[in-house]
């Protein structure tokens, strides 16, 4: 297979086939947790519960400055590689244009300079963090492969595409194709890891701050 062939399959079926499973891999991990279903609360709320679990979700985007001094390292670079993933993947204008293609929704890009600025920050930052969980004593021995496989495969995408960008190690067309396929292996496995929590993560604090309304705590 020539590297032109790669690039067409993984820009066709490949990323069919990935974001396929990454959809019924979504609706199923969905479909556990709310079958799981939820006893009845029969007790009168004590304050607009709605309001409180919105409130809860937002709030628990901002560190907690006692586990933030406690643990700045972890802290600072998993914010650091959270916000440079958002940015890499959704301010970048080739990225912007196949959402696009894709959902026809469109937005205004960053200037590519600081979307590659950002990129290595990013990279920087998931270095940092496997350094620190490998020298880390506890989260060394709380550490297992699945962690490892999502350090990983978060890495990959953001490593290629700098890579492809800056046409470094292979030709471009064969760089390109690698980080398409590095996105998709991403996709695959979202679902069925760790990463699903970026989206059940929404789901948790919503519920969480709602049980807490009802009882008048703060959550």
């Not at 062939?5 to 199923?28: E, K, N, Q, T």
């Not at 046409?167 to 760089?175: E, K, V």
């Not at 948790?204 to 009802?214: E, K, L, T, V």
């Amino acid at each position: 297979m020539s590297a032109m062939d790669l690039l067409l399959w993984s820009r066709g079926p490949g990323l069919a086939i990935a974001v396929s499973i990454f959809a019924f891999g979504v609706v199923l991990r969905l479909f556990e947790i709310y079958s799981l279903g939820r006893k009845a609360d029969l007790a009168k709320p004590r304050v607009n519960t709605k309001a409180c679990a919105g409130a809860t979700v937002w709030r628990r985007m901002l560190p907690d400055m006692h586990i933030l001094r406690r643990s700045p390292i972890t802290y600072v670079a998993g914010y650091l590689f959270h916000f440079g993933l958002f940015v890499v993947v959704f301010l970048y204008a080739p990225h912007i244009k196949l959402i696009e293609s894709t959902l026809g929704l469109s937005w205004p890009a960053l200037p590519s300079a600081l979307v590659d600025l950002v990129a290595v920050l990013t990279l920087i930052s998931l270095v940092v963090v496997l350094v620190n969980r490998i020298t880390d004593p506890v989260k060394r021995l709380l550490s297992g492969f699945e962690d490892y496989l999502t350090w990983a495969v978060t890495l990959l995408p953001v490593l290629t595409g700098y890579m492809a960008y800056h046409h470094l190690m292979f030709p471009y067309q064969t760089m390109l194709a690698l980080h398409i396929l590095s996105v998709e292996l991403l996709l695959v496995i979202f679902p069925f890891t760790k990463l699903m929590h970026a989206i059940t993560l929404f789901i948790s604090r919503w519920y969480n701050g709602d049980i807490a309304a009802r009882k008048g705590v703060q959550s």
